[in-house]
């Protein structure tokens, strides 16, 4: 998260099963004084992870959450993998990786 609130310090990123979770991320969004967000999975594939838990109508989603916390939420269902700047970066890791071992 440091590296990303460095480039924009509106960025924020949780977790459904472990820390940050939703509970640390909705005091930082108000202390920001933000109404709208834009949650995006933080994953390589949107799956039914990201369509249920993230952005799913269940009162437990992150969106149903943030909506009853006062936000307007706009849903970006995209994996990082669709991200070619993403694979850009993946692809020079592995190649470093790879490079250790010649």
Request: aromatic fraction near 8%.
């Amino acid at each position: 998260m440091f590296h990303l609130q460095r480039k924009d310090p509106h960025v924020f990123v949780g977790t459904v099963e472990g820390s940050p979770d939703i509970n640390d991320v909705i005091p930082m969004l108000k202390e920001k004084k933000l109404k709208k967000i834009f949650l995006m999975p933080f994953m390589s594939v949107a799956g039914d992870h990201a369509r249920n838990d993230l952005a799913g109508d269940e009162e437990d989603s992150w969106k149903s959450i943030l909506t009853k916390q006062g936000f307007d939420c706009e849903i970006t269902l995209k994996g990082t993998a669709e991200y070619a700047n993403m694979i850009d970066i993946w692809t020079g890791h592995l190649k470093d990786a790879m490079d250790r071992f010649k």
